[in-house]
């Protein structure tokens, strides 16, 4: 009851925000701060020290994306079954504090080892950090969605701090202090946590019945530690068979589904209803990242070859653009915007969340339409401009706002207590698959082969990009269209 009644007090805060939520920030802040600072290293590191070639060290790239965010689901339903949340995201930092080390240890030799370790605390910790940001809400209160964007631009703080100083000191310093820093930085958030969990009341705590003796707990619970230790040969066995990614992808996506499946036999219609709704915004996210996930991939490429190095007059590399433009609009503008949405439900304004995942897509059309019209700045050389290209960025972000925040407090506003972490997983299981189609549709607008010349590349992406501004538009207007038919799903929820 006092539990009930602390979670009450969490929940009745003034303001625009619960202050538990700095908390969660700062140690999702550095989390971020390693995942992309890795992710900023891999293909680097791989092609100068592992000695692999570009291809092989792209598709192993692809390979870890997707798994690490794959293993969000297992993180997740382990939280909703055993550990909970909190034990779940201590675990997964202390898993990702051990993979940075061992790496650091000798990169050559336990890079891969290392990474396993990385992939499976990613699991553990990723989907239930932002389960609990849910969790700090009343069902029907309309701030959520500005916690949520808050948290957002503590994301993109991260990524943006990690992916410029771990690439800085791992290419011009020594490999080992940057996978190093990550078991630093590690520490930094898993200390952050441990000093401000208490704060979060009976958020995240153990979901196993409380009359279970306690020795019983502790098996289930040292079982789950146990058990992802052993994963990690599984794991490895996986990511170093590129062949076995394709398999993996097969199985895990359509698993998940008969496990909801399974799992929604418990519930009433009307939760049923709502979870088929989450599923609608689920598989539509995919579609987004595959388009979105271009950044890495063939925007980079892009940056690399077809763009002046000024930017309003100012000297710059595009690919600096490219790997920060969109951090830095998230950190800009992710907080406004959530102001905004609070300003607008107040006047009966807000776009309900179907309309925001609709406008999410039109502005992604928006955005690939710009990079399209980039060829309309070319020079004869096949080189354009890099404001018009940092325009494309600047919408983009805003359609990314419409969309990956909101779907983060969907996943928490849709699904009942028993299986949120298991949804939020799913959430990023989504993204899992839009990295892989992501990469699919990188290679197939790459048609015009390394001997091509730059006009005939930017001719090829900039078809590719009028394309996908295409499908995302027809994405938009469907989304927009079934919007009715959706909330209806949804009963209630906004
Ligand atoms: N950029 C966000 C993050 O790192 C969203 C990632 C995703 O869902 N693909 O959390």
Known sequence: MSEQLTLERIRTFEGKYPRQ????FFTEMWERFCFYGMRGMLTVFMVSQLALDDRTANLQYGAIQA???AFTFIGGVFADKILGFRKSLLWGALLMIVGGLVIAVSPKEFFYIGICFSIIGTGFFKPNISTMVGQLYHPDDSRRDAGFSLFYA???????LGGILMVYVGKYHSWSWAFALVGVVMTISLVNFLYTQRSLGPIGLSPLHP???VSRRKIYEIATYIGSLVAIPFILLLVTNTAYTDLFMYIIGPATLVWLGWEMRKFSAAENKRLM?????????VLFWAFFEQSGGSLSLFALNNLRHSLLGIPMDPNVVNNSSNSLFVIAFAAPL???WVWLAKRKLEPNSVVKF??????????FYVFYATIFFADADGVTSLDVFTLGYFVITFGELCLSPIGLSLMTKLSPHSVQGLMMGMWFLA????????GLLGAGMSIAGEEATNMAKLQSYTDGYLQLALYALVAGVVLIAISPLVRRLMRGVH
């Open 21 to 24: 939520l700095w908390a969660l």
């Open 67 to 69: 798994f690490v965010y």
């Open 154 to 160: 503590g994301i993109n703080l991260g990524a943006l």
């Open 211 to 213: 009359d279970m003796p």
């Open 277 to 285: 709704a989450a599923l609608v915004f689920i598989l539509f996210s």
């Open 338 to 340: 959530g102001i905004l």
């Open 358 to 367: 609709g406008l999410g897509f039109l502005l992604l059309a928006l955005a």
């Open 431 to 438: 993204s899992a698959y839009g990295q892989y189609v992501a």
